[in-house]
């Protein structure tokens, strides 16, 4: 199985100032079709989880443009360029290139 | 827009089958080429794949549940279902259904007797 190591597991940011979450796989996430199959996941208190970032970078429709997600082959990045109230949850990074699909642990962000 | 939604007994015995129905609306589990899946997540826990259907009928399970899980479909009622036996308390969780780009609101199963 590809583990997802995400690091911090817990971010508190001030509003208005940027975060950045780091997700590192086990192996690269580069599929035999080209793409990489990285993922973003926000899961606000209480609610399912929302897709943010698929294939690394792409932006999903509605998702704000402070978010964005970068990376390749075993390192990746999201960013919120200026942290909202909204914001207020754990992100996950999945990879749905190999089965079994894995999730990191998650990494929580919170308001100083 | 494409909405999913869980649907099963939110109590189940220890030893017995968890079974559970998403039921797709606002489109149909035929069209395209996805996969559509399982997830779980125990209480004030992390994100579990457990498995996934693909648009062809195609499964793909999570090692770790493959001796207990089935995923299945019903075309003609645009619901796809999961069935996992012999459970005990460590199945205790959040259950979602999901396409990569959409999920349940999940629905809680508790095993207990």
């Known amino acids: 199985d590809i583990v997802m190591t995400q690091t911090p597991l817990s971010s508190p940011v001030t509003l208005g100032q940027p975060a950045s979450i780091s997700c590192r796989s086990s192996?690269?996430?580069?599929?035999?079709?080209?793409?990489?199959?990285l993922t973003w996941l926000q899961q606000r208190p209480g609610q399912p989880p929302r897709l943010l970032i698929y294939?690394?970078?792409s932006r999903f429709s509605g998702v704000p443009d402070r978010f964005s997600g970068s990376g390749a082959g075993t390192d990746f990045t999201l960013k919120i360029s200026r942290v909202e109230a909204e914001d207020v949850g754990v992100y996950y990074c999945?990879?749905?290139?190999?089965?079994?699909?894995?999730f990191g642990q998650g990494t929580k962000l919170e308001i100083k | 827009q494409l909405q999913l939604q869980e649907s099963g007994p939110g109590v189940v015995k220890p030893s017995e089958t968890l079974s559970l129905t998403c039921t797709v609306s606002g489109g149909s589990f035929s069209s395209g080429s996805y996969y559509w899946g399982w997830i779980r997540q125990p209480p004030g826990k992390g994100l579990e794949w457990i498995g996934s259907?693909?648009?062809?009928?195609?499964?793909y399970y999570n090692p770790s549940l493959k001796s207990r899980v089935t995923i299945s479909v019903d075309t003609s009622k645009n619901q796809f279902s999961l069935n996992l036996s012999s459970v005990t308390a460590a199945d205790t969780a959040v259950y979602y259904c999901a396409r990569f780009d959409c999920w349940g609101q999940g629905t809680l199963v508790t095993v207990s007797s």
């Open positions: 999945m990879q749905a290139t190999q089965f079994p699909n894995t």
């Open positions: 259907i693909h648009s062809s009928g195609s499964t």
């Open positions: 192996q690269s996430l580069v599929h035999s079709d080209g793409n990489t199959y």
């Open positions: 294939k690394i970078s």
